[in-house]
Nanobody, 112 residues
Framework: QVQLVESGGGLVQAGGSLRLSCAASGSTFSPYAVAWYRQAPGKQRELVATITSAFITNYADSVKGRFTISRANAKKAVYLQMNSLKPEDTAVYYC??????WGQGTQVTVSS
């Protein structure tokens, strides 16, 4: 069984930065791809960024150049550095391992 716990969300002004963390426990971590998703009120959940076991990254067009995903296998952790935040980035952010395991989410609110 895998547990994922996100942290690092909060309220920030537009143009600011936040760093989200996702801590995994309970199982092997390094072989799995991990992704960050987000869901804004009234909208569908969308994929934000992914990182594979080979550290290959991919980003949604809406966050390219502003967000950076990284992982630390020894710590069983994945991070999402979010810079130049915009009000439209406001959402609950979730991490997911292999699209099978999900965290509870962390709220990010960007004020204009």
């Amino acid at each position: 069984q895998v547990q994922l716990v996100e942290s690092g969300g909060g309220l920030v002004q537009a143009g600011g930065s936040l760093r989200l963390s996702c801590a995994a426990s309970g199982s092997t971590f390094s072989p799995y791809a991990v992704a960050w998703y987000r869901q804004a009120p009234g909208k569908q959940r969308e994929l934000v960024a992914t990182i594979t076991s080979a550290f290959i990254t991919n980003y949604a067009d809406s966050v390219k150049g502003r967000f950076t995903i990284s992982r630390a296998n020894a710590k069983k952790a994945v991070y999402l550095q979010m810079n130049s935040l915009k009000p439209e980035d406001t959402a609950v952010y979730y991490c997911s391992m292999a699209e099978k395991y999900w965290g509870q989410g962390t709220q990010v609110t960007v004020s204009s």
